[in-house]
């Protein structure tokens, strides 16, 4: 099992940046993806957003259209840290943001998410 961790999430104006951090547990596993996906108020769980995804090997990347060119997803390997630079915020950005990490084996992967670290963008 693998623990999941969110923070830096908080109340921005228009215009404003935030970086949203995210730490996961040591493990044995190996970790193939991170994500950060987001779920907007009102949004069934099941729409959730994938903003970017990055991977752990090589560090390449995946940005929804919504956010290219604003959003930054990095990591740090060493630690099992995974970052979200957030730049030009929007109203329409604000939703609850979860970290994943899809752990396993070459046979199973499994994905692990945390409890959500909720932004907010006021106009």
């Known amino acids: 099992q693998v623990q999941v961790e969110e923070s830096g999430g908080g109340l921005v104006q228009a215009g404003g940046s935030l970086r949203l951090s995210c730490i996961f547990s040591e493990n044995t596993l190996q970790t193939d993806t991170a994500t950060w996906s987001r779920q907007a108020p009102g949004v069934p769980e099941k729409a959730r957003e994938l903003v970017a995804t990055i991977a752990w090997a090589n560090g390449r990347t995946y940005y929804a259209d919504s956010v290219k060119g604003r959003f930054t997803i990095s990591r740090d390997n060493a630690k099992n840290m995974v970052y979200l630079q957030m730049n030009d915020l929007k109203r329409e950005d604000t939703a609850l943001y979860y970290c994943?990490?899809?752990?396993?084996?070459?046979?199973?992967?499994?994905?692990?998410w945390g409890q959500g670290t909720r932004v907010t963008v006021s106009s």
């Open positions: 994943g990490v899809r752990s396993g084996s070459d046979s199973e992967m499994t994905d692990f």
